[in-house]
């Protein structure tokens, strides 16, 4: 009986203890993000033909190297979205890619920002540029 007490127990405290645990996991990072379909593909519409960004871009968003961030959650006007950011190996001051993701992966924005320049690509509009100068802090 003692027995039989201490495995119900033991199950309730895994049972309460899980959630706890699950919820403070960090988000992935881009490049695991993009090893995901919807957000691989998402990355591919807006960069796919996009010839003006720099090249490492595309060479990270073929598997490539990048210097990368966990990604972030944000909702925005009922929306929800991920933020990924990477930077070009050892070149993060000048040169930063924010990537803005519907949490679906459905869609996908960004925002390029080097030293005295910064570039949207996904086609934003005006509230969604704006969004992305906000995750750029800029």
Known sequence: MIGLVRALLACLVLFVALPATHAQQPLPGLDELLKRPAFKEAWDKVFR????????????GGGGEGTVQPTRALARDGVSYLVGLVCRPQACEDNRLFV???ED???????WVGRDLALSYGQP??????LLA???GR
């Open 49 to 60: 033909r996009e010839r003006n960004i720099d090249r490492w871009v595309h060479v990270f």
């Open 125 to 130: 509009t005006p509230a969604m540029r704006a």
């Open 100 to 102: 803005l993701f519907r």
């Open 134 to 136: 906000e995750v750029a």
């Open 105 to 111: 992966g459905s869609q996908a924005w960004a925002l």
